[in-house]
């Protein structure tokens, strides 16, 4: 309730188009009404919460659509989850990363698109 509650405090919550699932993603997420995806944001830091997502929904992602991972370079599940999947189902488009300047070439998210 705190989620959709602020949503609604900034006048941020249209029901129309965006659509709260409570539950773990390996609940919700394979029978949630999504159709097509053009950009999959995953932040879901360990193995299972990364893994989960990717088997619901990668099918879904239109090509050329992109897929966004934060915490690639920073959990080493996030990280395992994201290359045994590529590996699985063959994507060989590359990996981006994001750098920050502020880091000396260190990076914690990564990005590719969707062939």
Not at 82 to 101: A, G, V, W
């Amino acid at each position: 309730e705190t989620f959709s509650d602020n949503m609604r405090k900034y006048d941020s919550y249209d029901e129309t188009r965006l659509h709260i699932l409570k539950g773990w993603f390996s609940d919700t997420l394979p029978t949630a009404p999504i159709t097509k995806i053009s950009f999959l944001r995953l932040d879901g830091d360990l193995y299972v919460s990364t893994r989960d997502p990717l088997l619901a929904l990668y099918h879904k992602i239109s090509r050329g659509g992109i897929v966004y991972v934060d915490d690639y370079g920073s959990y080493e599940g996030c990280k395992r989850a994201i290359d045994e999947f590529r590996t699985q189902h063959n994507i060989t488009s590359p990996l981006i990363p994001q750098r920050y300047p502020e880091a000396n070439g260190w990076y914690e998210a990564v990005y590719w698109y969707v062939e």
